[in-house]
DNA sequence: ATAAATCCTGACCGATCGGTCAGCTTTGTA
DNA sequence: TACAAAGCTGACCGATCGGTCAGGATTTAT
């Protein structure tokens, strides 16, 4: 029996969970090779044989966890529209991958590793969404600099500017506070950042407010 | 005898620097833990024992790489000055760390594992360099802010837009090319994403040009 | 020519890798 | 209560890991 809309968790359920929190949290330290499933059992509290019982294989477990980030990725602005303000629009834009960052840094890290490996388990397909994603926002911005909304910059140059700026805070995390005294980011930190790069990157732009501030 | 200062490559300075570009190679694909010396050997063309002769061990030869990556870094922008004409040293700045990415891609990589990883290997004085490296550059910012030359956004998250958006050719080249239908990038590419930097980041943070432009 | 130094490598070491499996315990159902 | 299904795990497999070492090959110095 599936209980599958039932709030109880059933035992596969609470293991999983378990064991899809430290494996992303080893895959994003180590990489695809460098985590090992031993130490992904260890990080959950879970013999290394029940990893394999519930995940069937390293993987498996490593394409389950990048399909997922890849998913919450895809969900994001997804309902753009030439009509909407440039200023507001980038502002959600870079405003909600920060969050991203900030809520989501592991998995951040993991879609990173897998990225700097060459994207072996990125499929043609994921590939192919995100250039979906990327073009149909790109010719977004390009109507609203040919409306004189915004400067003519390259929109998949602005696009790419973004996510890394935002993706930055999670993935250079070590080194931002290393660099920077800090313990770790906080939710003020994230703030001030966000606020930086929505002032900088919408002027840089040319993008006109709606207030008529520039 | 070491013939130092002459120009013949003896035996041992050829195979190191074979195994150098095999070993930055593998570890910025891999990481530390995913990298294993054996495949290291294989991409030199040189046996497994041959290259422990040369670099003695695994953990050696990747903070030799790391050291290699953090001096060519910290060259950088050696010379600046409050002075300066702000546009310039942004510029000259995003221009510089953007011929890093061109150039040493790999480099790059291996340095952004080295992070992921948490910087396991960065000593607590590299770091501090690189914390005297930033605030020396932020507190010529500062000052240029206070005289009114660009407005008084944080140096700090400026100075990591600039490495986050530069380094990102070189870390998620895989990506870049996947979603855009390159092969790979090439001159044009690093040249015209250099402008869109360029002008972006200058004219985002209130930089008055020379020629009077905004 | 010959001794010394360096270069080079196959064989081997214990540890760990991803993965399998037999067989145990626990849970769910009739 | 009884039986099936699911959960669980120690022992084990061949492969590969980082590293050592004896000893042959080659180069260099005298």
Redesign the interface.
Known sequence: MDNHDLPEATARERNEQRIFEAAESVF????????SIQAIAAAAGIPKSNVLYYVGSKRRLYITLLERTMWRWNAMLSDISVDDDPAEVLEAFIRSKMRLSQTHPRSS?LF??E?????PF?KESL?GE??EW?EARAEVFRHWAERGLM?P??P???I??I???T???A??E???V????REKLDERDFQ??GD??C????????VRRRDGAV
């Open positions: 994003a330290r180590h990489g695809y090779r460098g985590a890290r990173a590793n990225i700097l490996q060459g994207a990125l590939f995100m250039r990327v400067d910059v390259d998949v140059w602005l790419f500017l996510w890394s700026a993706q930055h805070y993935d250079f070590t080194q931002i290393g660099i920077t005294h001030s950042a930086f790069l002032q900088v990157i919408i002027k840089g732009c040319g």
